[in-house]
C-alpha cells in the first residue's frame, strides 16, 4: 500500500506504508520521541537561562551546585551545531559514564559551567591531547 506525498520541489513520492511503518519503529528503539511531550518547557527553560546569560547574570550557585559534573571533556562538532562530550557523573538520565550531551547554547568563559538544550553542566577538566612522541614525528 503506498501513499503520495508532495515536495515543494520535486513530483509526488510514493512512499509505501510498510516501510514507513519500519522507520517509525526504529526511530521508537533509538529513543528518538514521537512526540513534543516536554519539549515546550524544556525550550521555555532554555530561553529564560539565555536571556538571564545575555543579560551577564551567570546561573545561581545552588542551580550549579546541583548540575552534573562532565570531565575529560571536548567540544563535538555535528551537522546541527556543537555538543560536549566526556564523562559525566551526577546526571540524572545518563551514566556515570561517557556521554554526549544535547546540543550547546552557551559556555563561560572561564569553561567553568556551560548550558546545552537539556540543562547546565559544570566543567571539570577537559581532553587534552596526548603530545606526540618523538619518534611519532617524522
Not at 545575555?54 to 550557585?61: I, L, Q
Request: contains cysteine; glycine residues 8%.
Amino acid at each position: 500500500m503506498s501513499s503520495s506525498t508532495t515536495s515543494i520541489l520535486a513530483a509526488p513520492i510514493a512512499i509505501d506504508s510498510d516501510y514507513l511503518d519500519h522507520l517509525l519503529i526504529t526511530i521508537a528503539d533509538l529513543g528518538i520521541p514521537q512526540s513534543c511531550n516536554g519539549m515546550a518547557a524544556r525550550l521555555r527553560s532554555l530561553a529564560d537561562d539565555l536571556d538571564a546569560i545575555a543579560k551577564g547574570h551567570s546561573p545561581a550557585t545552588d542551580r550549579l551546585a546541583r548540575a552534573p559534573v562532565l570531565t575529560k571533556w571536548s567540544f563535538f562538532a555535528a551537522p546541527g551545531g556543537v555538543h560536549l562530550m566526556g564523562v559525566v557523573e551526577g546526571h540524572p538520565e545518563a551514566g556515570p559514564g561517557p556521554i554526549l550531551t544535547s546540543m550547546l547554547y552557551a559556555v563561560d568563559p572561564k569553561l567553568k559551567w556551560a548550558r546545552t538544550l537539556s540543562r547546565f553542566f559544570l566543567l571539570g577538566d577537559c581532553a587534552r591531547p596526548q603530545a606526540p612522541n618523538a619518534s611519532d614525528l617524522h
